[in-house]
């Protein structure tokens, strides 16, 4: 006996669609024990909701999953409603948010389930028990309503061996269906697919939520499995560059060297990246230099601030004065580096971005990365940021990577926080080796979509199409 489970991704505003690697895990571990399963992205379809309803009925699937981002609870609200009007099916709802605030996201968007943590064992023995009429109430790491009461189940203590889990079903997200690039640079290659070499971060940066899904246990694949996956999807996907979207690659030294050092045993030629966000204390001119054989062209680097009271109030756990040395030695090892600041963190003022601003141009970065503060649930910032607010009312829409009028947390307002941001990226990025290199190295079908990008809309105008001073 086994079941139909339907994953629906639902629509979300972004310039880049990338395979849900979270959903494509929960996938192949329900396939492992025998269900079958479909995935309909409404990223990748122009469906309104008739068509939609009827490619559900279409599907009759047993259950629908869906993953809920922080941006997107009203649409996923819509789309849940027009999922329970088509098709009689219990909805099953995962992701940051449902484990950062289970009972309001589960009544917000009128899902049937939440699971909260890592997902795959509590998902597949939910559709295990419902399929067979067994009881679920128990189930580690659920949460769902009862009589209206919700009810939350201890987590799930943390999968250890990584590499007991399934490769994720490619074949029902195929990287050649998504328009996934680098973050402010070209590609060298397409089709490109995400992985994940780990899960888990031990640190404690108040602006973080991965903590809330992963822990802060950090476990890592084999470098064995990790190749594996890039081999498979060279040879039946036909990709040519990787992003590997760890939240800390190099966290372990000698896991990221192993992986490089079995890309390089295998003989195996590609392209590859770590967009998210490398710790910069633990990058060496020795595993610089072995990324770089192993075909790493671009790393980001999670600065955050230029002062180092800033950082420290986030519990970045980084000395700001070593950032320079190792960015030279990025540099010199032929590797691109993007370096990620953020905008409005607690204790900001003009005077410390100012300062951040200025810290990002003495060093040697081809890209900066200028966020205002997102408050996203499950981190410290948004305890602090929603404390006394009413959750219900918040515009959750406005939660993004370059959200407005959110942060609220310093003495700058929200309108001075967009401005000194859009002032931050003109001042970057008007400099003239920074603008050439940003022109050489794009495709020129692809300039274009670069300056029209989330990041840089508005970069040259503010809100009444003029300067309004300098900060």
């Not at 997200?173 to 397409?190: G, N, Q, V």
């Not at 040879?235 to 896991?255: P, R, T």
């Not at 601003?357 to 499950?378: D, H, Q």
């Amino acid at each position: 006996m086994s079941s139909h489970f339907l994953f629906v991704q639902p629509r979300y505003v972004t310039h880049i669609v990338a395979p849900p690697l979270g959903i494509g895990y929960l996938a192949s571990y329900l396939e492992r024990e025998g269900h079958k399963v479909s995935f309909l992205d409404l990223n990748l379809t122009h469906l309104d909701e008739q068509e939609f309803q009827k490619r559900l009925r279409e599907y009759a699937p047993d259950f629908v999953g869906v993953s809920v981002l922080c941006t997107n609870p009203d649409k996923l609200r819509d789309t849940i409603r027009a999922i329970k009007d088509a098709i009689d099916v219990p909805v099953v709802a995962g992701g940051a948010q449902v484990s950062a605030s289970p009972e309001h996201t589960l009544r917000y968007i009128n899902a049937d389930y939440a699971v909260v943590g890592e997902g795959e064992i509590t998902l597949t023995e939910l559709v295990g028990a419902l399929e067979k009429g067994d009881d679920y109430t128990a189930i580690p790491g659920l949460g769902y309503l009862s009589n209206d009461r919700f009810i939350l189940n201890p987590r799930r203590p943390l999968i250890e061996d990584l590499d007991t889990l399934p490769l994720p079903t490619w074949d029902l997200m195929p990287p050649k269906d998504y328009r996934i690039a680098p973050i402010l640079s070209s590609a060298r290659a397409f089709p490109i697919a995400p992985i994940l070499t780990s899960r888990g971060c031990p640190y404690d940066c108040t602006f973080c939520a991965g903590k809330i899904v992963w822990g802060r246990t950090y476990r890592y694949r084999s470098a064995v499995s990790v190749v594996d996956e890039i081999e498979l999807l060279q040879k039946d996907f036909g990709v040519k560059e990787i992003f590997i979207s760890d939240d800390n690659f190099n966290l372990k030294a000698s896991h990221a060297s192993e992986v490089c050092e079995e890309i390089l045993r295998r003989k195996i030629k590609i392209h590859w990246a770590c967009p998210n966000g490398l710790r910069v204390d633990a990058l060496t001119p020795e595993l610089l230099e072995l990324m770089k054989r192993a075909g790493c062209h671009l790393i980001g680097l999670g600065i955050e601030s230029g002062v180092q009271e800033i950082a420290d109030r986030a519990k970045k756990s980084l000395d700001l004065s070593i950032v320079a040395r190792v960015c030279d030695e990025i540099d010199k090892a032929g590797i691109k580096a993007v370096g990620f600041f953020i905008l409005g963190l607690p204790g900001e003022t003009v005077d410390t971005i100012r300062e951040t601003v200025e810290f990002a141009k003495r060093l040697p970065l081809k890209r900066a990365w200028f966020n205002i503060l997102s408050p996203y649930p499950g981190s410290e910032v948004f305890d602090e940021f929603a404390c006394g607010k009413d959750v219900d009312a918040l515009d959750w829409e406005r939660l993004t990577t370059v959200g407005r009028d959110v942060a609220q947390l310093t003495s700058v307002t929200p309108e001075e926080l967009d401005r000194l941001q859009k002032k931050a990226a003109r001042s970057f990025y008007s400099r003239p080796s920074i603008l050439f290199d940003v022109l050489i190295s794009q495709r020129p079908s692809t300039v274009g979509a670069f300056f029209r990008s989330q990041f840089f809309r508005g970069m040259f105008r503010t809100k009444q199409g003029s300067e309004e001073g300098s900060a």
